[in-house]
């Protein structure tokens, strides 16, 4: 049971303490006389509707509205003083950490600055 409690308090901390970046790219129509049959993204990539893919840590999908893209890499509004967000780009992912002990997860108190 404590195991639990502990999971869904890291859950909560990580929904607060972090928020999501994304973004959207509305589906841009040239010729009404020819449908598109997907969306072109930023570098001139065609992805077809219902696609999803991963650039740069952003989870994107292309739909019949556009692109949408969210940072997999949380923003993070506020931590205490204990405790540190360390991030792998490479890998697309992180670890809250204890600034003292990187290699101990942080379990330490927040707050959301609004």
Not at 32 to 60: A, N
Request: with cysteine; net charge positive; hydrophobic share 35%.
């Amino acid at each position: 049971m404590g195991s639990l409690v502990r999971v869904v308090v890291c859950v909560l901390m990580l929904v607060v303490v972090c928020r999501a970046q994304c973004f959207f790219q509305g589906l841009e129509t040239k010729d009404l006389k020819t449908p598109t049959k997907g969306c072109v993204d930023k570098e001139g990539k065609q992805h077809v509707f219902g696609s999803s893919w991963v650039k740069d840590c952003y989870d994107c999908s292309c739909s019949m509205r556009g692109i949408r893209c969210c940072n997999r890499i949380p923003e993070v509004v506020d931590l205490s003083a204990e405790c540190e967000l360390v991030v792998d780009r490479k890998a697309c992912s992180y670890r809250l950490v204890m600034k003292s002990d990187k290699t101990k997860d942080c379990n330490s108190s927040f707050s959301m600055v609004l």
